[in-house]
């Protein structure tokens, strides 16, 4: 079956240390995003792709920074880890840039 | 700002019964609605949506209802069942992104 796992599931780092949390999906999804969930915030677009190579801002990129070198894949980066990072990541993907996302089952990251 | 809300944080219903949950929006420009469900510990998982085109959906238990002048959406679960409890989030959107309310916790009660 195809599926989107997250790794890893939960992470602890200290400021300004470098962080990636992986995402990979087997539906061949072109569409994938990230997303942060906050208490009284939902879900937060952070970043999204389109296909290979290409990356676009949401509302709350700054700090992030994603690539994408194949269908697969879109690994999160935080350059360096701030204690505003401390949230749930979610990693997305869909078929069509308005349909239905497929979610991950989440990374929870706190950084110190 | 934020464009998308949900003001009810938590729902108690008697199992059977039927759970109204609403979100209100403020951007006339969404064209396309989804409801999420959240269990604790896990992604999101897609319910159902309604485009712009239509003012009612319906698949199973589970109906939504958009009034685009109001710019208010429900989503109605009849009758409400224990495995219902989970956070429910809407998310309308345009273009190429969606917008997510702060969910709202539903309790269903045997």
């Known amino acids: 079956d195809a599926e989107i796992t997250q790794s890893p599931r939960h992470k602890i780092t200290e400021t300004g240390r470098q962080v990636t949390l992986a995402c990979h999906q087997t539906?061949?999804?072109?569409?994938m995003f990230w997303y942060r969930q906050d208490l009284g915030h939902g879900l937060r677009l952070i970043h999204y792709?389109?296909?290979?190579?290409?990356?676009n801002k949401g509302e709350v990129s700054d700090g992030y920074s994603v690539s994408r070198s194949n269908t697969e894949d879109l690994p999160l980066t935080l350059e360096s880890a701030a204690s505003s990072q401390t949230s749930v990541y979610f990693c997305?993907?869909?078929?069509?840039?308005?349909?239905?996302?497929?979610f991950g089952p989440g990374t929870r990251l706190l950084v110190l | 700002d934020q464009q998308v809300k949900q003001n009810s944080p938590s729902l108690s219903v008697q199992e059977g019964r039927i759970s109204i949950l609403n979100c209100d929006y403020t951007?006339?420009?969404?064209?396309?609605f989804l409801w999420y469900k959240k269990y604790p510990a896990e992604g999101p998982t897609f319910l159902i949506s309604?485009?712009?085109?239509?003012d009612k959906n319906e698949d199973g238990r589970f109906t939504v209802f958009l009034n685009k002048s109001a710019k208010h959406l429900s989503l109605h679960i009849v009758p409400s069942q224990p495995g219902d409890s989970a956070v429910y989030f809407c998310?309308?959107?345009?273009?190429?992104?969606?917008?997510f309310g702060t969910g709202t916790s539903l309790t269903v009660i045997p």
């Open positions: 997305a993907s869909s078929e069509s840039s308005l349909g239905a996302q497929y």
């Open positions: 539906w061949n999804h072109n569409n």
């Open positions: 792709s389109y296909g290979v190579h290409d990356t």
């Open positions: 951007n006339s420009m969404f064209d396309y």
């Open positions: 309604i485009s712009s085109i239509k």
């Open positions: 998310a309308p959107g345009a273009g190429n992104q969606f917008y």
